[in-house]
Protein backbone atom coordinates (compact mmCIF):
# COMPACT_ATOMS: atom_id res chain seq x y z
CA UNK A 1 0.00 0.00 0.00
CA UNK A 2 3.17 1.78 -0.47
CA UNK A 3 3.47 4.97 2.17
CA UNK A 4 1.55 4.94 4.97
CA UNK A 5 0.03 7.66 6.00
CA UNK A 6 -1.16 8.92 9.19
CA UNK A 7 -4.45 10.63 8.89
CA UNK A 8 -5.83 12.82 11.89
CA UNK A 9 -9.34 12.65 12.21
CA UNK A 10 -12.32 13.34 14.95
CA UNK A 11 -9.41 13.15 17.84
CA UNK A 12 -8.04 9.66 16.35
CA UNK A 13 -5.38 8.14 14.01
CA UNK A 14 -5.94 6.51 10.33
CA UNK A 15 -2.98 4.56 9.28
CA UNK A 16 -2.52 1.76 7.00
CA UNK A 17 -3.98 -1.86 8.31
CA UNK A 18 -0.59 -4.21 9.85
CA UNK A 19 -0.98 -8.20 10.20
CA UNK A 20 -0.84 -7.33 13.73
CA UNK A 21 -4.45 -5.87 13.49
CA UNK A 22 -6.00 -8.55 12.39
CA UNK A 23 -7.01 -9.55 16.30
CA UNK A 24 -8.55 -6.10 17.18
CA UNK A 25 -10.62 -6.06 13.96
CA UNK A 26 -11.88 -9.93 15.04
CA UNK A 27 -12.83 -8.07 18.11
CA UNK A 28 -14.70 -5.35 17.07
CA UNK A 29 -16.49 -7.75 14.82
CA UNK A 30 -17.97 -9.36 17.59
CA UNK A 31 -19.44 -6.46 18.58
CA UNK A 32 -21.24 -5.37 14.90
CA UNK A 33 -23.09 -8.94 13.23
CA UNK A 34 -24.24 -7.04 10.39
CA UNK A 35 -20.39 -6.80 9.37
CA UNK A 36 -18.83 -9.44 7.10
CA UNK A 37 -17.17 -11.74 9.72
CA UNK A 38 -13.65 -12.88 8.63
CA UNK A 39 -11.35 -15.04 10.43
CA UNK A 40 -8.20 -13.15 11.68
CA UNK A 41 -5.92 -14.92 8.90
CA UNK A 42 -8.27 -13.84 6.59
CA UNK A 43 -7.71 -9.96 7.40
CA UNK A 44 -3.63 -11.36 7.54
CA UNK A 45 -3.75 -12.60 4.29
CA UNK A 46 -5.94 -10.02 2.72
CA UNK A 47 -3.15 -7.03 2.94
CA UNK A 48 -1.02 -8.73 0.19
CA UNK A 49 -3.98 -8.87 -2.29
CA UNK A 50 -3.81 -6.91 -5.64
CA UNK A 51 -5.38 -3.63 -5.58
CA UNK A 52 -6.06 -4.04 -1.29
CA UNK A 53 -6.73 -0.92 0.61
CA UNK A 54 -7.11 -1.46 4.29
CA UNK A 55 -6.93 1.40 7.13
CA UNK A 56 -7.29 1.32 10.54
CA UNK A 57 -8.57 4.07 13.06
CA UNK A 58 -6.74 4.22 16.90
CA UNK A 59 -8.13 6.37 19.49
CA UNK A 60 -5.35 6.53 22.20
CA UNK A 61 -3.45 3.92 20.61
CA UNK A 62 -6.05 1.19 20.56
CA UNK A 63 -7.88 0.03 17.10
CA UNK A 64 -11.22 1.09 17.26
CA UNK A 65 -11.99 0.32 13.31
CA UNK A 66 -11.41 -0.77 10.03
CA UNK A 67 -12.47 -0.50 6.77
CA UNK A 68 -11.47 -3.33 3.77
CA UNK A 69 -11.77 -2.80 0.14
CA UNK A 70 -10.28 -3.32 -3.53
CA UNK A 71 -9.50 -1.96 -6.29
CA UNK A 72 -9.20 -3.55 -9.90
CA UNK A 73 -8.63 -1.31 -12.58
CA UNK A 74 -10.38 1.52 -12.16
CA UNK A 75 -13.61 -0.31 -10.39
CA UNK A 76 -13.54 -0.35 -6.52
CA UNK A 77 -15.64 -1.97 -3.59
CA UNK A 78 -15.38 -1.80 -0.04
CA UNK A 79 -15.50 -5.18 1.38
CA UNK A 80 -15.83 -4.56 5.49
CA UNK A 81 -16.42 -1.19 7.32
CA UNK A 82 -16.64 -1.03 11.32
CA UNK A 83 -16.36 0.89 14.17
CA UNK A 84 -16.38 -0.60 18.09
CA UNK A 85 -19.25 0.57 19.77
CA UNK A 86 -18.46 2.83 22.00
CA UNK A 87 -17.08 4.95 19.29
CA UNK A 88 -20.27 4.60 17.11
CA UNK A 89 -21.71 7.62 15.96
CA UNK A 90 -18.73 9.86 16.74
CA UNK A 91 -17.73 9.96 12.75
CA UNK A 92 -14.89 7.69 12.63
CA UNK A 93 -16.36 5.50 9.66
CA UNK A 94 -17.19 8.21 7.55
CA UNK A 95 -13.55 8.82 8.32
CA UNK A 96 -12.41 5.54 7.34
CA UNK A 97 -14.38 5.63 4.20
CA UNK A 98 -13.15 8.95 3.48
CA UNK A 99 -9.64 7.81 3.53
CA UNK A 100 -10.16 4.28 1.36
CA UNK A 101 -12.12 7.42 -1.31
CA UNK A 102 -9.46 9.57 -1.42
CA UNK A 103 -7.04 6.65 -1.66
CA UNK A 104 -9.51 5.21 -4.82
CA UNK A 105 -9.06 8.37 -6.23
CA UNK A 106 -5.27 8.82 -6.53
CA UNK A 107 -5.37 5.54 -7.97
CA UNK A 108 -7.70 6.63 -10.88
CA UNK A 109 -11.24 4.57 -9.68
CA UNK A 110 -14.12 5.92 -11.44
CA UNK A 111 -16.66 4.21 -9.52
CA UNK A 112 -16.90 2.82 -6.13
CA UNK A 113 -19.78 -0.37 -5.09
CA UNK A 114 -20.47 -2.20 -1.94
CA UNK A 115 -23.50 -4.40 -0.53
CA UNK A 116 -25.01 -3.62 2.56
CA UNK A 117 -27.59 -6.12 4.18
CA UNK A 118 -31.17 -5.23 2.70
CA UNK A 119 -32.26 -5.21 6.88
CA UNK A 120 -29.45 -2.52 7.81
CA UNK A 121 -31.41 0.59 7.21
CA UNK A 122 -28.10 2.72 9.45
CA UNK A 123 -26.06 1.34 7.51
CA UNK A 124 -27.55 1.90 4.35
CA UNK A 125 -28.71 5.50 5.24
CA UNK A 126 -24.76 6.47 6.36
CA UNK A 127 -23.66 5.07 2.53
CA UNK A 128 -26.76 7.14 1.65
CA UNK A 129 -25.30 10.09 3.60
CA UNK A 130 -22.20 9.96 1.96
CA UNK A 131 -23.30 10.31 -1.73
CA UNK A 132 -23.80 6.17 -2.35
CA UNK A 133 -27.44 5.04 -4.46
CA UNK A 134 -28.77 2.09 -4.66
CA UNK A 135 -28.09 0.35 -8.02
CA UNK A 136 -29.19 -3.27 -7.27
CA UNK A 137 -30.11 -5.75 -5.03
CA UNK A 138 -28.64 -9.39 -5.02
CA UNK A 139 -31.34 -12.31 -3.54
CA UNK A 140 -29.88 -15.03 -0.17
CA UNK A 141 -26.49 -13.11 -0.49
CA UNK A 142 -26.19 -12.62 3.15
CA UNK A 143 -26.17 -16.60 5.49
CA UNK A 144 -27.11 -16.77 9.06
CA UNK A 145 -29.45 -14.98 8.42
CA UNK A 146 -30.48 -15.40 5.19
CA UNK A 147 -31.02 -12.09 3.32
CA UNK A 148 -31.16 -9.84 0.54
CA UNK A 149 -27.84 -7.65 -0.28
CA UNK A 150 -28.83 -3.98 -1.38
CA UNK A 151 -25.81 -2.90 -4.18
CA UNK A 152 -24.99 0.39 -3.41
CA UNK A 153 -22.86 2.46 -5.78
CA UNK A 154 -20.87 5.85 -5.79
CA UNK A 155 -19.21 7.05 -9.02
CA UNK A 156 -15.85 9.37 -8.06
CA UNK A 157 -15.21 12.36 -9.67
CA UNK A 158 -12.91 12.97 -12.47
Known amino acids: M??????????AAIRAFRAKDAAALTSI???APEAAN??????????????????VIETDGRVTGFIIARQVVDEA?????AVASLVRRKGQAGAL????????????????????????????????KHSFSQTG?????YRKPEEAAIVMEMKLAG
Open 2 to 11: GAEPKREQVG
Open 29 to 31: LRD
Open 38 to 55: WTQASYREWMNSPGAVAF
Open 77 to 81: EVLNL
Open 97 to 128: LKAALEEFRTRGARRVYLEVRESNVAARAFYS
Open 137 to 141: KRLNY
